[in-house]
């Protein structure tokens, strides 16, 4: 609270980036954690909330006649641009903004002090929901090839590696910490993926200790005892995902990559991926574009281009193709490593899971896989998403990448996934915005000390708890494109700008009507008639019985009694409301026909109308209805004027 | 070719690329002539639709979905102040436009014949879309002959009058750029100066047309067939083709001309210089975004017939050859698949307020190109009943409204709504077509088994919700 040096500003405007006219006059009140503005002339006085947390940047720019603009950038691609008019209190909001969304401890973090009213045993259980160790017995392990091994117990030979790791049978503790020593950060060869049917395995390290010449024996038994599990296989891959001139200037730092003759039977292979710094910027680029006013087309997709973004997702989709390839085509095992083995490895090596392994693209299946490649493996979620305020040299979008490429794969196979594209953003968002514990830390060990389990909340359970919102109506296991190793195309045009992350914010960009909405209300609707269908089939059964008693007893003038023939009829929705009278049909057809979908989109659709309608603001051609506006200068919010 | 043996590569108008390889020199060398001659008639009549005979249905009586006649009767709102002239009748007054055509009923026939000579090709202003909700209309011609020495036309100006009668103003959407505007004088032509057409206010939305358009394709074709994977290569090809930024002008200025209508409340008049391209272009466009009734598959289709078809795009002129082309042909231009991309960008917005699908889309671009049915040959309606098109051959349209065909062709989320639909025109908002220029690529096949899937989906929830 101490960092609040205004607690309420008045009469703040709120502009809209797209169309400036759409702009809301408000108060903008700061608390300890979000910042809140709300409406003050709207009947609905809404609000908007922006949790400090999420403030990625505040920028505080020259005073004007309407005030002094205030620009808060988000990290979930929200821009908020505020006109305060008292540049004293600008100022102020600006310093306090400043701070706030830059803590300096972890314990000043918002997951510390979320604490939505669930009792204690629950949030305890929340942590029990996702766990890594059950997926290696998901995939048949330990078994005779691998084994569960506590050599990092307590975090000794490498202190950003996780307790539970799987190494070959064969590596022996002397072997895996000798090797240790041979790597970076001692993050010796682990698995990450195995492949019950072929027994080939992902496996995943850091960077060789190799210079220009130095070797490690115990090294070498390990990558041999890697290749040894995988009994069908001669060799294996050995993939720095790095491009080749990085890893060579690596050597002059006693680093590198592995020499092919100095292993047995292993295949080395560069793949290109650019490091960190290369793709924050290229991030940084590609947000530039996607947040100008108002583009020409020309403007956009050269501004796209030269980001270079599309190109780093494409080299990551590749990547984990190369080796998805690898294990389920050529029953082969892959070794995978950058520098230090958590950010383009473990990009790398989660894409090849969902690219191999159906699971991976279901619900649980994609939080386990966060949970283990990322999570577990010690990406430094802290210092990537900033989360303190630290070096902004180590800050990088990876886990966004990741993420990217999901979305990139779903959009090719709209059919495969049983998350949609809102699972994919809420996990970015909750990823950055601090509320859970989970990617709170670098690594499991810090976690430990945090004492997160025992302090903060866990979002899988949360994301579990909401799951109807993610999932995808268009989901089908058993669909022959679903099953399987996924071959995506990585031809460029199948690489798009992802609109729905990036401009999340600018409602007026994105489709109007969701297919995906009507979908799921046709699927719900579609299974509980289903389910009526059945429990009045069961009925009728019952009632046929009873019937054929009483009609037995005294009533004839009823009809005789046929259920077979009299099946169809029965089935009408007519039946789920009243009795079998024969008479009641049109009315209750019409009640019932009310509960219908076509009906609740119908509503939805005019709802949403409202906001078709008042999307008509951006469009208004108040300025190039003036004579010669097509090279009006201020043609104001003309978005039709464009081009 | 090698030895005795050879190669054809055929590239299809429907963007398809066969390769056969046949045995025999001479053999080889004559198919390629047969096909090279076989896909280049010059005569109509010689045409495919001339001889094709469908086994399940006879010529039909009455050619087409409507005939403007039957339009404006339907039309009752129109009849207090606009009338239906025949003054057309042997399209001597304008050779492009159909026999009858709609009007200010204040206009005479005689006026009209003057007004004509005064615009080019004869192509005066004439109503193409009257908004209930306002009584505003919307107006299509070609630009007038003002020339050089500033000629001026009373009877034109007349016309235009009593287009916007009742109204304080009316909007002019010329789609050149004033400068071009300015320069149409050299050629004789020209455009509604000021003081000549006081109560019209001009706008200026430059759209390329023509050999520009034809070659815009071309390039995004060739960038669609490059195989080097590399990305910013891909990226700066789909730029440099401009195709995409010629769907977002489209769009922004049917958009324009909408809000002018509708929310503006004021009538427009569209014209570019022809007005057989972009006029028609954006007057259907702003139609849909508008008028729910043009929304459903039937609607959809009339809309073409009377816009396009009746309209006189001349179809033979301009989808003659498509993108794979060799020969620069003066008059080819990819103006109706520019409409039916823009139309899938709506599609692609408003997924349920269309009553049709994208495989719709797709049909009509093939068949525009290269067809069984008379609908897409010749330039006009004057040139379809000299070659008895309409009395020899099968219509399209019909045939795609049967009842076996029209669930193929419908849009399984079809939600009418009564509101307009404003696309949105940022660069992010508007995608590639894949399932037009990646139509033979497996991903446009994995986004055809969706819109089965989805089809699938609502009909089994039709089926329980009837039962």
Not at chain 1, 355 to 369: A, E, I, K, Q
Not at chain 2, 270 to 282: Q, R
Request: one cysteine or more; aromatic letters at 10%; glycine letters at 4%.
């Amino acid at each position: 609270m101490e960092h609040i040096r205004l607690p309420k500003v008045e009469n703040v405007k709120l502009l809209d980036r797209v169309s400036p006219r759409r702009s809301r006059v408000g108060t903008l009140y700061l608390t300890a954690t979000h910042s809140i503005f709300v409406e003050s002339l709207a009947p609905q006085r809404r609000e908007t909330w922006v949790l400090h947390s999420l403030v990625c940047c505040v920028e505080k720019q020259a005073s004007t006649e309407s005030g002094c603009p205030l620009l808060i950038h988000c990290k979930n691609f929200q821009v908020l641009h505020f006109s305060v008019p008292q540049e004293s209190d600008c100022l102020d909001v600006f310093l306090s903004l400043q701070r706030l969304s830059q803590p300096e401890k972890y314990e000043e973090l918002y997951c510390f002090s979320y604490k939505p009213n669930v009792p204690e045993a629950q949030r305890r259980q929340e942590w029990a929901f996702v766990d890594a160790r059950a997926d290696y017995r998901r995939m048949g392990l330990p078994n005779s090839q691998w084994k569960l091994s506590s050599v990092n117990r307590h975090y000794k030979v490498s202190d950003t590696y996780p307790a539970d790791l799987l190494v070959p049978y064969s590596a022996t503790p002397p072997v895996i910490v000798g090797s240790s020593k041979f790597r970076s950060r001692g993050r010796f060869p682990a698995l990450s993926y195995y492949c019950k049917d072929n027994h080939a395995a992902i496996c995943r390290s850091s960077q060789p200790l190799s210079g220009f010449s130095a070797r490690c024996l115990e090294d070498e038994q390990m990558l041999e005892a890697v290749l040894r599990s995988n009994p069908h296989s001669d060799f294996m891959y050995v993939v720095d995902t790095r491009p080749k001139l990085n890893a060579i200037a690596n050597r002059a730092a006693g680093k590198g990559y592995e020499n092919e003759d100095n292993y047995s039977d292993i295949k080395f292979q560069f793949l290109g991926i650019e490091n960190i710094h290369v793709m924050r910027n290229s991030q940084q680029k590609m947000l530039e574009v996607s947040e100008l006013r108002s583009p020409s087309m020309s403007d956009f997709l050269e501004g796209l281009e030269s980001s270079g973004w599309l190109k780093h997702i494409k080299a990551v989709l590749d990547a984990g193709i190369f080796i998805a390839k690898a294990i389920a085509e050529e029953g082969v095992s892959v070794l995978v490593h950058c520098s230090d083995g958590w950010d383009r490895t473990a990009q790398v090596c989660s894409v090849a899971s969902v690219l191999l392994d159906p699971f991976y693209r279901t619900l649980r299946g994609l939080m386990v896989l966060i949970e283990k490649d990322w999570i577990s493996f010690g990406h430094k979620f802290s210092h990537r998403c900033s989360h303190l305020d630290g070096d902004p040299k180590e800050v990088s979008p990876i886990i966004d990448q990741f993420l990217e490429c999901l979305w990139q794969l779903m959009e090719q196979f709209p059919c495969a996934f049983q998350y949609n594209e809102k699972f994919l953003i809420t996990v970015h968002n909750h990823v950055y915005s601090c509320q859970y514990g989970n990617f709170i830390g670098n690594c499991q060990r810090e976690r430990i000390e945090l004492q997160v389990h025992e302090k903060t909340h866990s979002l899988w359970s949360f994301l579990w708890t909401n799951r109807a919102d993610y999932i995808n109506p268009l989901y089908r296991p058993d669909h022959s494109q679903t099953q399987g190793l996924l071959r995506p195309s990585t031809a460029p045009y199948c690489f798009k700008f992802w609109r729905g992350l990036y401009n999340r914010f600018d409602q007026g960009m994105h489709p109007r009507q969701s297919v995906e909405d009507y979908l799921r209300a046709i699927q719900e609707e579609t299974q509980q008639l289903e389910e009526q269908l059945a429990s009045h089939k069961q009925k009728i059964t019952e009632m046929a019985r009873e019937q054929s008693w009483s009609t037995a007893s005294s009533d004839k003038s009823l009809p005789p009694w046929d259920p077979g023939n009299n099946l169809a009829l029965a089935n009408t929705p007519q039946d789920y409301t009243s009795s079998f009278l024969p008479s009641s049909t049109p009315k209750d057809l019409d009640s019932s026909t009310a509960i219908l979908p076509p009906h609740d989109s119908s509503l939805k659709a005019e709802t949403s109308g409202s906001d078709q309608e008042s999307g008509i603001a951006d469009l208004s051609c108040r300025s190039p209805l003036s004579e010669e506006s097509a090279r009006d200068p201020d043609s104001d919010e003309a978005v039709y004027s464009a081009a | 070719m090698s030895g005795s043996s050879g190669t054809i590569t055929i590239k299809c108008k429907d963007m398809r690329v066969i390769q056969f390889d046949i045995p025999g020199m001479e053999q080889c060398l004559n198919i390629a002539h047969s096909i090279e001659i076989l896909s280049c008639l010059d005569n109509v009549c010689k045409m495919y639709p001339f001889f094709y005979k469908p086994t399940d249905s006879n010529l039909p009586k009455q050619w087409g979905l409507s005939t403007p006649e039957t339009h404006y009767s339907k039309m009752k709102d129109l009849h207090k102040k606009w009338r239906l002239s025949s003054v057309n009748r042997d399209y001597s007054v304008c050779p492009s436009y159909p026999p009858a055509v709609i009007v200010p009923s204040s206009i005479g026939d005689d006026v009209l014949i003057k007004a004509a000579k005064f615009r080019q090709g004869g192509r005066f202003p004439v109503l193409c879309y009257y908004h209930r909700k306002n009584g505003m209309v919307i107006v299509r011609s070609s630009q007038p002959l003002t020339g050089a020495n500033r000629k001026r036309c009373s009877e034109d100006e007349l016309l235009l009058q009593a287009v916007i009668e009742g109204s304080d103003k009316g909007y002019i959407i010329d789609m050149r750029s004033s400068q071009q505007a300015q320069q149409a004088w050299m050629t004789g032509g020209g455009f509604e100066s000021k003081s000549c057409y006081e109560r019209w206010k001009r706008l200026h939305r430059h759209m390329e047309r023509g050999k520009v358009l034809q070659e815009s394709l071309i390039k995004l074709v060739e960038a669609c067939s490059d195989e080097s994977h590399n990305m910013d290569r891909w990226l700066s090809k789909l730029e440099n083709s401009k195709w995409l930024s010629h769907v977002q002008t489209a769009l922004s200025t049917a958009g324009l001309l909408a809000e002018c209508v509708e929310r503006d409340g004021h009538s427009a008049l569209v014209h570019g210089y022809e007005g057989t391209d972009c006029s028609l272009l954006i007057s259907t466009l702003a139609q849909l975004i508008v008028d729910p009734s043009c929304r459903s598959l039937e609607g959809f289709l009339a809309l073409l017939e009377r816009e396009w078809l009746q309209g006189g795009h001349p179809f033979q002129q301009r989808c003659a050859h498509s993108a794979f082309s060799h020969a620069r042909l003066q008059q080819e231009s990819p103006v109706f698949l520019l409409l039916l991309d823009s139309v899938w960008q709506l599609w692609r917005q408003f997924p349920l307020a269309l009553g049709f699908s994208e495989v719709l889309l797709l049909r009509l671009a093939t068949e525009a190109y290269a067809s069984d049915y008379g609908t897409f040959l010749c330039n006009n309606d004057q040139e379809r009943c000299a070659a008895g098109v309409k009395d020899r051959t099968h219509c399209l349209f019909q045939s795609l409204l049967k009842p076996t065909e029209r669930d193929y062709y419908s849009n399984p989320l079809y939600e009418p709504t009564e509101l307009a639909i404003w696309p949105s025109v940022h660069p992010q908002s508007l995608q590639l077509w894949k399932g037009f220029f990646l139509r033979w690529t497996e991903q446009a096949r994995l986004l055809e088994e969706v819109q089965e899937e989805i089809r699938n989906m609502v009909i089994k929830w039709g089926k329980l919700a009837l039962s």
